[in-house]
């Protein structure tokens, strides 16, 4: 199932028929020496005994991947749900803008180099601070680590969470950041000015509201200059959306009417667009009205491209180039959701109904991806993946700027060619084109003998890297 999983994402039905001899789309069942045909039943049965071993599993994971001091990075993610009778069905906030359906939330804990270590789900209404305690307490008790550093977002390492689940267990140090509101609050005591940017893109400060804590101020141009461009087209969006409602209360012919209905058609908008803080609204029954608030539109404006990192760890364990680096591996978590989600491994839509189903289901593809991301490490070499973090790292001007590709990544982009002139492919289509690797079965007299088909150059390179043979 985690095969099947990896090469082709689909129901347990399906899965069951490509493991069944008259419908295989694949050698999978063969090269597997399944002989007997898989039923549904029998797909079902395995996801129950994967589910009773999964604790142990993670456990093995934390024990291989894991070691004490280790940086363990953690973020949330939900995904929507097809039907109505499964207790962890619920609604809440769709990060798959799927409104209209339930969902299920699930938190991914990896390692420093985004390695799945261990993944849970909750009921779907689950705000993402309350999954802190829970990984905290797996941390301690399963995995038995006395000294990490959890690195999470400021969704979720909140203060809250920070005061009452991370500062009272010794040995847990922490990396997040601070909100825009948090941040507008430093700026107007006078604690974080524009001037720390002039000379350098990064600042250390200190604040009493924080204590015992390094706060590490960054300012990135590029990443001001998009929240800028995007203000401005939501603002306009909004404004345009807006003009229409008032146009509709002053038409002669069925005006819009009722401050309930008014407010109503305007709510739809500011929650569409998310702009409704810069807008000052007045609704009457018989009118509406709208302008914007120029000093809130500066103030935020003020603060583009300044995001401000919050840490426990002391400067003699990490400098603050390392901090923000830290904090910023919270991508390879937020990569291995999309892979999980949509990309490659599918875990949407989910029909089951059973709690103990769907999570066995989302343990199968946290399973799936951990393949999958051993994969695409050996694989880098004939992908379009980075292949030397090391000189990548070296190329970049700032750790608070964007990441540069490497030499030998930017030479596979410009020719699409490895450095040993083959293709570069993706890691979807390097499946497909090993897919096409055939199994045949030849018969010489009496005789049945099975014969792998001749690799070409690609697919050879492919399977070296991964150490695997072509043969039967």
Same mark, same amino acid.
């Given at each position: ?35 007997? $045909? ?7 049965? $395995? ?192 404004? +345009? ?12 012919? +069925? ?45 935020? $404006? ?171």
């Amino acid at each position: 199932m985690i095969v099947a999983r990896i090469l082709e994402p689909c129901s347990k039905l399906a899965t069951s028929r490509g493991l069944h001899p008259a419908t295989a789309t694949s050698s999978l069942a063969s090269v597997l020496g399944l002989d007997a $045909a898989v039923e549904e039943t029998q797909i079902y049965h $395995a996801m129950d005994w994967l589910l009773v071993r999964q604790q142990k599993i993670e456990n093995a994971l934390a024990k291989r991947h894991l070691s004490e001091g280790s940086l363990i990075l953690y973020d949330v993610s939900s995904t929507y749900f097809e039907g109505r009778h499964c207790p962890l069905a619920c609604f809440g906030h769709s990060r798959d803008e799927r409104r209209g359906n339930p969902q299920i939330v699930f938190g991914l804990m990896t390692n420093s180099q985004g390695c799945p270590i261990a993944v849970e789900v909750f009921k779907g209404n689950t705000g993402d601070p309350k999954t802190v305690a829970p990984q905290v307490q797996k941390l301690r008790q399963r995995f038995r680590l006395k000294q990490m550093v959890l690195v999470g977002d400021r969704g979720m390492l909140t203060s809250a969470r920070i005061r009452d689940d991370l500062k009272p267990q010794e040995g847990l140090q922490w990396i997040s950041a601070l909100k825009s509101v948090q941040i507008q609050k430093l700026v107007q005591g006078g604690a974080l000015q524009l001037s720390l940017f002039d000379q350098r893109d990064l600042a250390e400060i200190q604040h009493p509201s924080y204590p015992g804590e390094r706060l590490i101020a960054c300012h990135n141009p590029l990443l001001a200059e998009e929240r800028s461009r995007k203000r401005k087209e939501l603002l306009e969006a909004t404004q +345009k959306q807006l003009d229409k409602i008032v146009a509709t209360t002053q038409r002669k012919k +069925k005006p819009l009417r009722g401050r309930k209905e008014i407010g109503l058609a305007v709510g739809r908008i500011l929650g569409r667009y998310k702009m409704g803080k810069h807008f000052r609204l007045f609704i009457e029954d018989d009118g509406f009205r709208c302008e914007r608030k120029p000093d809130n539109i500066e103030r935020e $404006a003020a603060l583009d491209g300044i995001y401000v990192i919050r840490t426990s760890v002391p400067v003699q364990t990490l400098s603050s180039e390392k901090v923000v680096g830290c904090y910023k591996g919270l991508s390879d978590v937020e990569r291995a959701f999309r892979s999980l989600k949509s990309v490659d491994l599918k875990i949407r839509p989910i029909y089951h109904h059973l709690a103990d189903r769907v999570r066995a289901h989302v343990f199968l593809c946290m399973l799936a991806y951990y393949v999958e991301w051993h994969m695409r490490q050996a694989l880098a070499p004939v992908l379009f993946d980075e292949e030397d973090p090391e000189a990548a790292e070296a190329a970049r001007k700032s750790i608070v700027s964007p990441a540069e590709r490497s030499p030998k990544a930017n030479s596979k982009d410009a020719l699409k060619r490895t450095s040993d002139g083959l293709p570069v492919h993706s890691f979807q289509t390097l499946l497909k084109d090993l897919a096409t690797l055939t199994m045949n079965q030849v018969r010489i007299g009496d005789q049945t003998v099975q014969m792998v088909a001749t690799p070409t150059p690609v697919q050879q390179r492919a399977l070296d890297l991964l150490q695997v043979a072509a043969s039967v």
